[in-house]
């Protein structure tokens, strides 16, 4: 499995920023997979961003989910992450992540983001 | 929303040394966390999950033990290699919030 990050890397206030993940090694067409999004500014701790299901249920971060839109393509190999009205705070790594939940007797079981992307530095500046 | 909570937050430590560095959630997230390293300039890792289950490929002198709210990361002979930002992570329901790191370096 592996997952690449795309997009602008300078991006200015109020616009919006949009980050294309592209993976291979798996389908998020397929049951159980799932694509999501984890950040780091410089210097700072990981924060998980948002997460979308092969089933298209998506889950956001309470904090930003009002500038947050996470979809999938039709092929399922691709994910889009749009953030808008972004200001200096969101310079930041942004990481694209792979979830797939284990089935047990009873349903899915939740697991760790076990593939990482290798980043994209996003830096928001006028 | 259920913190989680590292600590220290840095630490320095001799090669060879124990070290153990632990995590808090505020509610009970049964075994369903995550232990990821992060080396300078690089990639988050995962090191353990399910609070315990060593990662392939993961030495083990590295180790993972909790459950509910109190988990701990050991590491049993700290290598030079070992210097990096650890992180734990909550994956039980979203969001799936993670620690805020330690630093761990050598002395």
């Known amino acids: 499995i592996t997952l690449k990050e795309a997009g602008p890397t300078l991006v200015k206030p109020t616009q919006t920023l949009t980050l294309t993940c592209t993976f291979s090694?798996?389908?998020?067409?397929?049951?159980?997979?799932?694509v999501g999004w984890v950040r780091q500014p410089p210097g700072k701790a990981l924060e998980w961003l948002a997460l979308?299901?092969?089933?298209?249920?998506?889950r956001y971060s309470p904090s930003l989910k009002n500038r947050l839109t996470i979809t999938k393509d039709t092929s399922g190999t691709h994910v889009v992450l749009t953030m808008t009205n972004v200001e200096p705070v969101d310079t930041a790594t942004y990481y694209c992540?792979?979830?797939?939940?284990?089935?047990?007797?009873?349903?899915?079981?939740?697991?760790?983001?076990?593939?990482w992307g290798q980043g994209i530095l996003v830096t928001v500046s006028s | 929303d259920i913190q989680m909570t590292q600590s220290p937050t840095s630490l320095s430590a001799f090669v060879g040394d124990r070290v153990t560095i632990t995590c808090r959630a505020s509610q009970d997230i049964r075994n369903h966390l995550a232990w990821y390293q992060q080396k300078p300039g690089g990639v988050p890792k995962v090191l353990i999950y399910t609070a315990s289950t060593l990662e392939s490929g993961v030495p083990p002198r590295f180790s993972g033990s909790g459950s509910g709210t109190y988990f701990t990361l050991t590491i049993s002979s700290l290598q030079p290699e070992d210097v990096a930002t650890y992180y734990c992570?909550?994956?039980?329901?979203?969001?799936?919030?993670f620690g805020q790191g330690t630093k761990l370096e050598i002395k």
């Open positions: 992540v792979h979830r797939r939940l284990p089935y047990e007797p009873g349903g899915y079981v939740p697991y760790h983001f076990d593939y």
């Open positions: 090694g798996f389908s998020l067409n397929s049951a159980a997979e799932g």
């Open positions: 979308i299901y092969w089933d298209d249920d998506q």
């Open positions: 992570q909550k994956y039980d329901s979203d969001p799936y919030t």
